[in-house]
């Protein structure tokens, strides 16, 4: 007779059945990034100067804050606090849903200045993988909000199964942006 599988047992699987789709999310990122720097070398007039790292770093702050603002929630978890935890939580979505909409008003700002997906190829790459890794960020956001309802009403505590998943795909997701904020923004070399 099989046993049924515990709350840790759960646990270690989503943990590392996540850990598997975040190495191929990796993978993805990597050869998008490769991409960019191969085409920026091939072309001359690429638009690489057209992105600001100023009017994105705020917004990126914010993201990588709320890596910070994660741990405090998973914090106040661990000791039982129910509605602080669920109140971090949201605050983390929040901070990834400005930081969401940050970006999209700066696809807009690029667009009105030229910077079009069919402006050049740098333009194709840089939309396709930010593209990519916001839609990671709004996938992220209703877990977040899950986790915040779930927190409240005490249906997840000290050993929630998933949560660990959850919490480690959103330190990833603002990890990825780490790297492309330098590359896009900060980075202006072929």
């Given at each position: 007779?099989?046993?049924?599988?515990?709350?840790?047992?759960?646990?270690?699987?989503?943990?590392?059945?996540?850990?598997?789709?975040?190495?191929?999310?990796?993978?993805?990122?990597?050869?998008?990034?490769?991409?960019?720097?191969?085409?920026?070398?091939?072309?001359?007039?690429?638009?690489?100067?057209?992105?600001?790292?100023?009017?994105?770093?705020?917004?990126?702050?914010?993201l990588w804050g709320s890596s910070g603002v994660l741990a405090l929630a998973e914090?106040?978890?661990?000791?039982?606090?129910?509605?602080?935890?669920?109140?971090?939580?949201?605050?983390?979505?929040?901070?990834?849903a400005v930081f969401a909409l940050a970006q999209g008003l700066e696809w807009r700002?690029?667009?009105?200045?030229?910077?079009?997906?069919?402006?050049?190829?740098?333009?194709?790459?840089?939309?396709?993988?930010?593209?990519?890794?916001?839609?990671?960020?709004?996938?992220?956001?209703?877990?977040?909000?899950?986790?915040?309802?779930?927190?409240?009403?005490?249906?997840?505590?000290?050993?929630?199964?998933?949560?660990?998943?959850?919490?480690?795909?959103?330190?990833?997701?603002?990890?990825?942006?780490?790297v492309l904020y330098l590359v896009f923004y900060v980075w202006r070399g072929p």
């Amino acid at each position: 007779m099989t046993a049924l599988p515990t709350s840790n047992d759960r646990a270690s699987r989503s943990h590392l059945g996540m850990l598997a789709f975040l190495a191929s999310d990796t993978v993805i990122f990597l050869l998008m990034l490769v991409s960019n720097i191969y085409l920026r070398r091939s072309e001359s007039q690429n638009g690489q100067a057209l992105p600001e790292p100023g009017r994105m770093l705020v917004f990126s702050v914010l993201l990588w804050g709320s890596s910070g603002v994660l741990a405090l929630a998973e914090q106040q978890r661990n000791r039982g606090d129910r509605l602080g935890a669920g109140a971090l939580y949201l605050v983390t979505a929040l901070l990834g849903a400005v930081f969401a909409l940050a970006q999209g008003l700066e696809w807009r700002s690029l667009n009105a200045h030229g910077g079009t997906i069919s402006a050049s190829l740098f333009f194709s790459t840089f939309y396709t993988t930010t593209g990519l890794h916001g839609l990671h960020v709004l996938l992220g956001l209703p877990v977040l909000l899950g986790l915040a309802v779930l927190s409240w009403t005490g249906k997840i505590g000290r050993r929630a199964p998933g949560v660990a998943a959850a919490v480690l795909y959103w330190h990833f997701v603002d990890a990825v942006w780490l790297v492309l904020y330098l590359v896009f923004y900060v980075w202006r070399g072929p």
